[in-house]
């Protein structure tokens, strides 16, 4: 479904974002990339869609590679590319419903987007998707107007109503409360397992990729230090990926809540 073949990112500084990344993704799995600051995260997502440009390597969505293409021909791909941004970016000033239509701009064409004459059944496909996040009563609401978890689902809408084969996150829950972060989470997971769709989530928090990725991947400066699941992130592992810190405590912390108590936090 995707796979990256020596993926490589330096900037004009000199600094190596990404090593020769290489990475293979099966349709409908979800991944977290986990690492420090600075351990290329952003980076590898954004070099996927070519918001940022790759200086070597390829990188394939099905039978496309990504890398390759002219600009107008990247504008169709990514319309198979959803991306959900840390800081929500959506349009302050517009309805809820206009933000997550804004994600059929790559098929509707300007002119029907500023006039706001989009088909019939991207309108109902907005008004689904807005009720199985658990906003309908919110369609006619001005982005202002939502919380940091209700902006988070908009754009989660946004990038699920382009009807992608890939979802690239960016720190989805960096801005919100731990029990709304969990909340986001679960909801991106599940609405990729319903679709069968790849998910990449860029995320600092590994406790949370722990409980609900498929997979994860483990990154240090540039380079890919671990791939395994989530319950092979040992203290040494995590040691590896982030430095020396008391992983074992923090696990045992962990260990001796019981599930019930564990789900219960998250409520």
């Excluded at 496309?64 to 991306?83: D, F, N, P």
């Excluded at 349009?91 to 004459?117: A, D, I, P, Q």
């Excluded at 754009?155 to 709304?180: F, H, M, Y």
């Excluded at 395994?228 to 001796?256: F, M, N, R, S």
Aim: a negative charge; hydrophobic letters at 40%.
């Amino acid at each position: 479904m995707v796979r990256l073949e020596k993926l490589t990112k330096t900037y004009k500084t000199g600094d190596q974002a990404l090593k020769a990344v290489d990475l293979d993704i099966p349709e409908g799995q979800v991944l977290a990339l986990i690492g420090p600051s600075g351990a290329g995260k952003s980076t590898l997502i954004r070099c996927l869609n070519r918001l940022v440009e790759p200086t070597g390597g390829k990188a394939w969505l099905g039978e496309t590679e990504l890398t390759s293409l002219s600009q107008g021909r990247l504008r169709k791909a990514r319309r198979r590319i959803g991306m959900i941004f840390q800081e929500y970016a959506l349009v302050e000033r517009l309805t809820v419903m206009e933000n997550v239509l804004s994600g059929r701009l790559g098929y509707v064409g300007f002119w029907r987007s500023f006039l706001r004459r989009y088909p019939q059944k991207d309108v109902d496909e907005a008004f689904r998707l807005l009720d199985r996040v658990g906003l309908l009563h919110m369609a006619d609401k001005r982005a202002d107007e939502l919380s940091g978890g209700q902006r988070q689902r908009v754009g989660i809408c946004r990038a699920l109503i382009q009807d992608p084969d890939l979802l690239l996150v960016d720190e989805p829950t960096a801005s919100l409360d731990p029990k709304t972060s969990r909340q986001i989470m679960r909801l991106i997971v599940e609405l990729c397992q319903e679709r069968r769709l790849a998910a990449i989530i860029n995320i600092h928090d590994v406790a949370l990729a722990q409980m609900f990725v498929q997979r994860v991947i483990g990154l240090e400066f540039g380079s890919v230090v671990f791939d395994g699941a989530p319950d092979g992130l040992t203290p040494d592992v995590l040691t590896q990926i982030y430095g020396e810190e008391d992983w074992e405590a923090t696990i045992q912390k962990d260990e001796g809540r019981s599930s019930e108590e564990v789900e219960e936090s998250a409520w």
